[in-house]
């Protein structure tokens, strides 16, 4: 009966070391480490959990060198010790005309340091905007799986068509690799080009790297293997409308008849639109220590802070 350690849980499930014929029923994300290394350490476990900017959490567990290359090769990709996270002490309204406004302050924390006020509005950060452009938001709607249809509304002329558009096959640039014959990788990627690695080593990796890709899959990431482009850039800066600058000869949109100075306006009969209260903690993620400045408008105008992110309590 084979013996499995798995090396990351989601959501910060414990850990427990079994003989077990099948997979745990806990969200493995990477690395199961093989028997042999098991055998020859099984009461020097090690523990460090990671969290990504969406708030996904997990545990790389096992011996003190595959844990470190879990957590580096985690790291590499954006995401943060959980001993090491920052917090903002805020609490934002996610919907109607108050979206974006701080409902809540908590006292003694680093938004209170930075003077920020309930009913302020974060309109900037670091000189960016944080309410997400058209551009980015039919950005995200469109990316997804090669192979997979989507409906496309588009604006031409004063008029609205409508395109189903089936996604072609793309290649992602960058990532971390494939790892190697002892550690395995198998990347995912979101629409923005971050990366997630998906770890697995010994007889249970693959197993640990399907549950990586269920987990994740959720924050709309997907497998580098299979991800699909309909062919099209965008105007990520344009504040009022999505605007397709140019379309991919022989693409599936191209195929479609969309063309450039086509307006998207719809993606799956959904029209675009993003909470900008519901991002701003994802805008926000940093480790403790970490700075931000600020354009905040209030009643009184508007002004810059700087906020330095704080520690977060021990549970």
Aim: some cysteine; aromatic content about 4%; proline content about 6%.
């Amino acid at each position: 009966m084979p013996i499995k350690l798995a090396l990351f849980h989601a959501r910060n499930t414990p850990a427990k070391l079994s003989a077990t014929p099948a997979p745990p029923r806990s969200t493995l994300l990477a690395v199961p480490l093989a028997v042999i290394l098991l055998a020859l350490a099984p009461h020097t476990g090690q523990c460090t959990s990671v969290a990504d900017s969406k708030g996904t959490t997990g545990n790389c567990i096992g011996i003190g060198p595959i844990v470190n290359k879990c957590v580096q090769t985690f790291e590499a990709s954006g995401l943060i010790k959980v001993s090491e996270l920052g917090t903002t002490g805020l609490t934002f309204a996610i919907s109607g005309k108050e979206d974006g406004r701080i409902t809540q302050v908590v006292p003694g924390s680093a938004a209170a340091q930075a003077g920020l006020q309930v009913g302020d509005l974060i309109a900037a950060i670091n000189g960016k905007s944080t309410k997400p452009t058209p551009g980015m938001i039919a950005s995200e709607r469109t990316f997804g799986v090669r192979g997979e249809g989507i409906d496309v509304r588009v604006r031409r002329d004063g008029k609205e068509l409508s395109f189903n558009v089936v996604r072609d096959p793309q290649t992602a640039t960058g990532g971390p690799g494939q790892g190697n014959a002892l550690l395995y990788i198998r990347p995912m990627v979101n629409w923005k080009g971050q990366f997630i690695p998906c770890m697995g080593a010994g007889p249970a990796g693959f197993a640990a790297i399907e549950y990586c890709y269920k987990t994740f899959s959720k924050d709309g990431y997907v497998k580098v293997s299979e991800l699909g482009t309909i062919g099209v850039q965008l105007d990520l800066d344009r504040a009022d409308a999505a605007i397709i600058t140019s379309v991919n000869p022989d693409s599936a949109s191209a195929k479609a008849g969309i063309k450039a100075g086509d307006e998207i306006v719809q993606v799956n009969q959904t029209p675009l639109g993003e909470s900008v209260g519901g991002i701003l903690p994802e805008l926000l993620f940093g480790r403790a220590g970490d700075s931000f400045t600020l354009t905040v408008d209030s009643a009184g105008g508007s002004r810059t802070t700087k906020l330095t992110l704080g520690k977060k309590p021990k549970e």
